[in-house]
């Protein structure tokens, strides 16, 4: 079975700083991948997502993903955030080959921005 | 695309009573899922429920703590049967369309 793993669980950045999540999951076949976002006191939304072709992904939100095969990583970046970042950040995976749709999230990595 | 609503968006509730959850989408889906949240947590899978067969639950759930029904394409439900306070969490439906959307969740808190 497949997992995630989210090496940062808490990140203090100040406003302008440049941020990257690390997200790297187990599975050797064909995988999509997904960055969700949960502010707080909101539900889930969808950040970015890969399915194939370009490894750099753009999302909403001036965030970007890339997806590097050779280390099973997806890590997220953003140049310049925000103080309205401040959120957990989810990193998911399922296993396309498989037939399987249902997604396997890490543990989340909760953001703080500071003023 | 896909909207999806839940009810109740929140409730709280007594040890040993049962809750069900209510999951609506705006489009015929085939594939839908029902994950928890708990506090301070990532998303767990609880079960698949495919329009037309059984709920496949994952490991650590079964059918007589979450009893699911998938009636037609555009709805399930979820039961949190025989409830403690272990199972105060979000729960969360989602549907794969080309990509996994979630609905906005359903706050429980068992006293």
Redesign the interface.
Known sequence: AQSVSQHNHHVILSEAASLELGCNYSYGGTVNLFWYVQYPGQHLQLLLKYFSGDPLVKGIKGFEAEFIKSKFSFNLRKPSVQWSDTAEYFCAVNAWDTGRRALTFGSGTRLQVQP | SAVISQKPSRDICQRGTSLTIQCQVDSQVT?M?WYRQQPG?????IA?ANQGSEATYESGFVIDKFPISRPNLTFSTLTVSNMSPEDSSIY?C?V?VE???????TRLLVL
């Open positions: 594939m899922f947590q990532s998303l767990t899978l698949t969360l989602s794969w990509t996994q959307y979630f609905g906005p969740g």
